[in-house]
C-alpha cells in the first residue's frame, strides 16, 4: 500500500491538470505504470500523445519513460482509467472485441521469461487497432522491437512459447482475412513470416 500511495503522489504532483490519466497496478509483478492520454486537437479523435511511466516496485522508482506520437487514438475510448488494460499468457487463444486486446498489454513476446509491453499506437481501420511492440532487456528497459511494431502491427491471438511464435489473425478488407504466422530466432534474435493463410469470405 505505501509503495502505491508513494507512486499516487508523485503521479498526482506531475499531471495535475494533464488530460486523461491513470494508474496501473495491477498487470505486473516488478512494474507499476502511469499512462497519460494528451490530446493534440480539441477532438475527441485525432493526434494526441501516449505518455507510459515504467515504475520500478521494489526500489520505488521510476526507470523509463516512453513517449508515442499517436496520428489517430479515439481518445473518449482507448486509455481511459485504466479500464482495457491487459496481462496475457502464452500458449491460450486470445480473444477480442474487432482485434483489440487492450491499451497497455503485458506479456512475454520473445520466449525469453521476461515480461514484454505492447501500447495500442493508432486505432487502425479494418484489421484493427495497431500496436507497438516493447522487449524487455538485462537492464530493465523496454526497447521497441522495430520489425513487430512496423511489420506485424497488430497484437497475435495466439503466443506460441514451444514453438516461439506468434499469430495474428487480421481483417484486409470486406472479402477476405489473413492468418500470419510470425516465427522467432534464438540464434539470429530475429524475426520472420513463416505462413500466411488468405481466407475468403
Known sequence: MKKQLFLLFGFIIFNFGNAQNCLEFDLSKTYDFDIMLVSKDDKDLGKAEIIIGIHDKIKLKKIQRIKIESEFIL?????????????YSANEFLKSNENDFGDLIVT????????????????????????????????????LDKYLSHQMLYFPDYIDSEKKTLHVYVRVNSLSEEGITYSYSEITKKWNVEKKVTYRN
Open 75 to 87: 481518445k473518449s475510448k482507448s486509455f481511459k482509467e485504466c479500464l482495457n488494460n491487459k496481462k
Open 108 to 143: 512475454d513476446l520473445n520466449f525469453d521469461g521476461k515480461e514484454d509491453i505492447a501500447i495500442k499506437r493508432e486505432e487502425g481501420g479494418n484489421g484493427g487497432p495497431i500496436y507497438n511492440f516493447y522487449i524487455q532487456n538485462e537492464n530493465q528497459q523496454f526497447v
